[in-house]
């Protein structure tokens, strides 16, 4: 084990996660926990455990071992740092969860204005996410980035999604006009399956490079493989860090004692208040800039994996809780008044962290103006701060449920810790809503009705079904 | 009237609102409204049309005439142009409704990727909304815009928001230092109160350019005032085309009569489908990258409009329905599965576009892989707009209420429309919920804690507040 991949210390990845505000003591009998609300789910969670971690063993939840593919790193490394010297603009063709990840980590953990700032500046290629075929996004992007010092990186599983796959024929075509087909396997790389699919067999054919998107692991859980690493590795995230912090994650997530096991306590308390006490929102908000797009990719996460029509055993369950996103403090001038007077339908999880990469010293201004003095001497750091605390206190005098994730720091390691964490939170939950989290049925009809739109060979009967039905009404358009 | 500023034809603004698919023909019964449940309503819209009517004409509802005030346009354009002469970066300290609508129109009518063109390509100056205190994102920007060619545009209309005048503090300071005293009042413009407040008195005293507040419009319903106009004029955004296209909503949106009034029909269907369909959330999606921000716009005007604890008579009701944004193509692979499949609890009203302002064809290629060969000859266009025919026809289909909000053309007039039209939809909607949508108590208490905790004169009992109350008890946390 390279020296960069040792386990963690504690003190640079702990998160905490404080959820004494969602208990009775805090915000009352009507819309708090008891300790029995959780207790009374132990014998759940002692099947839930003993089931994943059989089902780990066997080799059947592969997302639980990605911290620990440190030989892979090296090659993935590697690849990155060769790619780095040869361009000025890496960018990932992906939707979904072959974006969200690298998304989520790249805005963390790279400067703010990373794309902006001038080379010598930033150090790494820029880093740019197509994950819609906006054609006027898709247009802009390509007047952007010269072909000749950019890297595409493909990103598609089964390499037949639509958008990512017709955002690729648009490239290659560029690419085959301006270069010449020749130099496509210079500025094309597939992340993809390891052995079948239409990448693959094309990957063979023309010479592209390739990574491997590792078999079992669906989208939403790639963030720690190469659909995650290779772009952030590129762009200059320290991804052996990042996999040390999710490996810590992985000794406390796997604690079989409830209690003691932070991924199972956040599962625990959102399941118990969306049943016990009608929380079907869950809104997750980070009070830092930088963990914004973290919501994101958790809201893809909760709501991929939980929103499901059916229970394992086939009853109709409609099981979720809605994600929304919130960022602090901005939010708070414009979500929080609804958390604090409306529907008491949500839970908040705040992101908080103990201390910043940067700060700023709000100067000594303006004396005879006593509504503006009292911030000077202070810091953006420990106003940011005073924020958070100040609006979980108040919302917790409302009577309204919310718990805090603290990172000490925003680092690769925490980062790395917090999305495994999660990660493992939102699988155990499948079996608290008796649902399977790991695929996602719902999303197949209106896939269809677009491949009947489009003409793909085999759905021309959901063109025909499309076009059936009630023609809508003119009373019920207005313009 | 000025010729730019005429009425604008119904061709290029007329927004449609399609709602067929939240009725019960669509649905079904169980999920879906009748006609009924809408003609039900018509007693408190005619009540409240008639209120709103008498409250502007009392000049009490300013903002229904902000799409008129051609006057101060001039004198704004012309601000905006000596500004666009002198500096590279326009950066707006400001929060909340000081900084959302700025946000989401520049999104929607300059180029994706504004701020990274060389300065021949966009123009116009970079504009940046430093919306949020962050230390992180706030050094960040202050490394990346050089205070010689830049200009901060203070918005506040109290001058205490504590977030926005930490910000001012803090760039004060910097201007003053690096280009002297005398230096500031060429490097800052507020938009203030018209009369009072800390910043009027400090533009009075040291020469500061302004611009007005309109008295009686609030944060939220301030994107046609100077708020938003001044900052979009900056950036290029055809200031005066948007207000034509506001005013071709007011149009529409002052009707009497509730079925051909496409904000009253707005705000009808979401509360019925509240009420009686338990819909407590509305995502709002729009089908285009540059609309992405529309929502989260929208989000705090329907939340913090809506989300209220108690009725205009003071009975404890708990109103509202929480704003979720969506992105489409992109989130049918994060957020679709969950709409298809999970709760019944809420209504996906779509923004859709019928026709982008670029297009992007897919070649013809891989002719023999029959899986991707039929996505070339099509453009993106098509795509993005089969994709989103394809969603609301498999959501209507799965008995799931949705209705698309329809777009000539991205256009500033069609993105006044549209934001004007929504406007009044909030302020209606108040009448329905009986609450009142033009204040924001909830946000105070918050406030005053991290007054307390910050040292302001006069809040030392909310610190004393805040440190009451029980200690966090450790078994709820863990990490």
């Known amino acids: 084990m390279a020296k960069s991949e040792k386990k963690a210390s504690p003190q640079d990845t702990m998160i905490e996660l404080d959820f004494n505000n969602v208990m009775t003591h805090a915000v009352g009998g009507e819309n708090g926990l008891k300790a029995d609300d959780i207790d009374e789910l132990k014998p759940i969670f002692t099947e839930a455990h003993k089931d994943l971690m059989n089902r780990r063993k066997d080799g059947n939840l592969p997302f639980y071992d990605l911290p620990f593919q440190t030989k892979d790193l090296r090659r993935l490394r590697r690849t990155a740092e060769d790619i780095r010297k040869r361009v000025e603009n890496f960018v990932v063709l992906g939707i979904g969860g072959s974006a969200l990840g690298t998304r989520a980590v790249f805005r963390a953990l790279r400067p703010l204005f990373h794309n902006m700032l001038p080379r010598a500046k930033r150090r790494f290629p820029r880093l740019f996410v197509a994950d819609n075929v906006d054609p006027e996004g898709m247009a802009s992007l390509l007047s952007l980035v010269d072909p000749r010092h950019t890297m595409f990186n493909v990103v598609s599983k089964s390499g037949t999604t639509a958008e990512t796959m017709s955002q690729f024929m648009v490239v290659y075509d560029q690419i085959r006009r301006s ?46 493989t190469p659909v995650g690493l290779l772009p952030l590795a590129v762009a200059g995230v320290n991804v052996a860090e990042m996999l040390r912090g999710a490996a810590a994650a992985e000794e406390s997530c796997t604690r079989a004692a409830l209690w003691n096991n932070p991924a199972y306590l956040f599962a625990a308390v959102n399941y118990a208040l969306r049943q016990k006490r009608g929380r079907n929102i869950l809104v997750m908000m980070p009070y830092a800039d930088s963990l914004s797009e973290v919501a994101d990719w958790f809201a893809q996460l909760w709501a991929e994996s939980l929103g499901k029509r059916l229970s394992t055993d086939g009853r109709v369950v409609m099981a979720g809780q809605t994600p929304v996103k919130a960022v602090g403090v901005t939010d708070q001038h414009s979500q929080v008044q609804l958390y604090m007077e409306g529907p008491q339908d949500k839970v908040v999880v705040f992101i908080a962290s103990s201390a910043y990469r940067a700060d700023v010293k709000i100067p000594h201004l303006f004396k005879d103006q006593k509504d503006l003095a009292y911030l000077g001497g202070h810091t953006m750091g420990e106003l940011i701060q005073a924020e958070q605390a100040a609006t979980a206190k108040a919302l917790t005098a409302a009577g309204r449920p919310n718990m805090t994730l603290r990172l000490p720091k925003i680092t690769p390691a925490s980062v790395g810790y917090l999305l495994y964490m999660l990660e493992v939170a939102t699988v155990v939950s499948g079996y608290l809503y008796d649902i399977d989290p790991l695929d996602q049925p719902g999303v197949e009809l209106g896939k269809r009705f677009t491949y009947g739109l489009m003409g793909r060979p085999g759905f021309a009967s959901f063109k025909a079904d499309f076009q059936k039905g009630a023609a809508p009404k003119k009373k019920f358009i207005v313009g």
């Open 179 to 224: 270069l010449g087909k020749s130099s496509l396997k210079d500025h094309v790389i597939f992340t993809t399956d390891p052995e079948k699919g239409i990448l693959r067999t094309m990957a063979e054919e023309m010479g592209f490079q390739t990574c491997d998107v590792p078999a079992g692991v669906g989208g939403r859980f790639s963030v720690f």
